[in-house]
Nanobody
Framework: QVHFVESGGGLVQPGGSLRLSCGASGSILRSYNVAWYRQAPGKQRELVAVISSGGRLNYAGSVKGRFTISRDNAKNTVYLQMNSLKPEDTAVYYC?????????WGQGTQVTVSS
């Protein structure tokens, strides 16, 4: 069963912006902390940003001040607004529960930051 569907990735220049979308069920958004993760080639998957069911936000230090996670309950969607993108942000981005192992990983969406 597909629980999370990522979209919105693409190729952008350094300093550019991109907005990712994560479609999820209403029950998931209501009951779980939803997180964005990313994984670059040859590197382990890392947590990027978290939004709780109550709307509390948390960010990795590497993206704090540049990325914003948000939620639209009416659309059953979690967003990741990425500004001031850097080449080191290049990775496949995934959304899932902050607690890993509860839901399957989706295909993710590729973000490439390059000139």
């Amino acid at each position: 069963q597909v629980h999370f569907v990522e979209s919105g990735g693409g190729l952008v220049q350094p300093g550019g912006s991109l907005r990712l979308s994560c479609g999820a069920s209403g029950s998931i958004l209501r009951s779980y902390n939803v997180a964005w993760y990313r994984q670059a080639p040859g590197k382990q998957r890392e947590l990027v940003a978290v939004i709780s069911s109550g709307g509390r936000l948390n960010y990795a230090g590497s993206v704090k001040g540049r990325f914003t996670i948000s939620r639209d309950n009416a659309k059953n969607t979690v967003y990741l607004q990425m500004n001031s993108l850097k080449p080191e942000d290049t990775a496949v981005y995934y959304c899932n529960s902050e607690t890993q192992g509860l839901f399957n990983w989706g295909q993710g969406t590729q973000v490439t930051v390059s000139s």
